[in-house]
């Protein structure tokens, strides 16, 4: 009796002083810098929803896997944009690996918290197009397509010469996910030029101002890599319970983070609170762990 009654003390001592990442509840946790981590139990983006699709070229690739609130936010963006004209459908590519880590196409994605979409498109009398099965169309300060030095075999695409950059439903689908409120955006990789589309469609149609500023700040064009005129390049922060179990920000937070930052307690974007509000289930694009009960929950 007394060497079980030791090795459970033994083994309590052991998991109570193993730290963070050891017990969740089940659900995903990003891991460590979005260039040098992981993502456990994650969530996996069918590839066909409501407003969505994964294109030939990055379903094959399979990177569909990233944390339940991108990848949840994600859907409902496109969805809520479908919802306006159902013609408009958004090509998804890439997430993360199953589990994430580095890969041999990007220098992120480690950590499930980034996701590169296909621009939407019409054509020149506005129609909205399907989004291509193979290509990352290149796209001027115009919005017109064209064969730059990354594309220099051209594309698959048959009809991409027809395609234009659609900054209404590009703007409808970042807007939605700046209101989410399970997300809190970080950047919006895109060019200068494309961004300066995206502002002024918005400030024509008067768009909030608050969406506008929000926008204006997290739309970049990065100084260290391609230009993203090609796709949207989104990361989100780590939530709060992701950085207890060990989840790293990198670069700037933004002054309307900071509190969320510095304070403890409940945050306005905790998942499981918002999902009630939102009147909606825990993610229905979850497949749960195979063999797996339900464990503690996250700490704060």
């Known amino acids: 009796m007394r060497r079980w009654l030791g090795l459970g003390v033994l083994l309590w001592a052991v998991t109570a002083c193993a730290g963070p990442n050891l017990w969740t509840d089940g659900s995903s946790v990003s891991v460590a810098k979005s260039n040098r981590g992981r993502v456990r139990h994650p969530a996996k983006l069918p590839l066909r929803g409501p407003g969505f699709r994964v294109p030939k070229r990055w379903k094959e690739r399979g990177f569909q896997f990233g944390t339940d609130e ?17 013609r408009a459908v958004l090509g998804v590519a890439d997430f993360s690996r199953n589990r994430g880590g580095p890969s041999k196409w990007h220098n992120s994605h480690h950590s499930g918290r980034d996701v590169d979409l296909l621009f939407y498109t019409t054509d020149a009398k506005g129609k909205p197009l399907p989004p291509p099965d193979e290509d ?8 017109v397509p064209y064969v730059g030095k990354r594309d220099k075999d051209g594309y ?3 009809i991409w010469t027809e395609r234009r950059f659609d900054a209404r439903r590009n703007w409808e689908l970042i807007e939605a996910m700046l209101v989410d409120p399970s997300i809190r ?6 060019s200068e030029g494309l961004k ?36 949207f390049h989104i990361r ?29 307690g ?5 998942p499981v609170t918002w999902r009630r509000r939102l009147g909606t289930e825990p993610s229905p694009w979850r497949e749960p762990p195979a063999g797996r009960g339900a464990m503690a929950g996250k700490a704060p």
């Open 196 to 231: 300066a589309k995206l502002l002024g469609w918005a400030r024509r149609k008067h768009r909030p101002r608050w969406a506008i500023e929000y926008a204006d700040m997290v739309l970049r064009q990065p100084a260290d890599s391609l230009p993203h005129d090609n796709h």
């Open 185 to 190: 955006l970080q950047w919006v990789f895109v």
């Open 70 to 86: 991108l990848v949840d936010a994600v859907a409902r963006a496109a969805g809520r944009v479908n919802a306006a004209d159902r």
């Open 266 to 270: 409940p945050e306005r974007y905790d």
């Open 236 to 264: 989100v922060y780590c939530t709060r319970a992701d950085r207890f179990h060990g989840c790293i920000d990198r670069g700037p937070v933004w002054q309307h983070e900071k509190k969320a930052f510095k304070y403890g």
């Open 156 to 158: 698959r695409d048959p």
């Open 136 to 143: 990352m169309m290149t796209f001027d300060d115009e919005g």
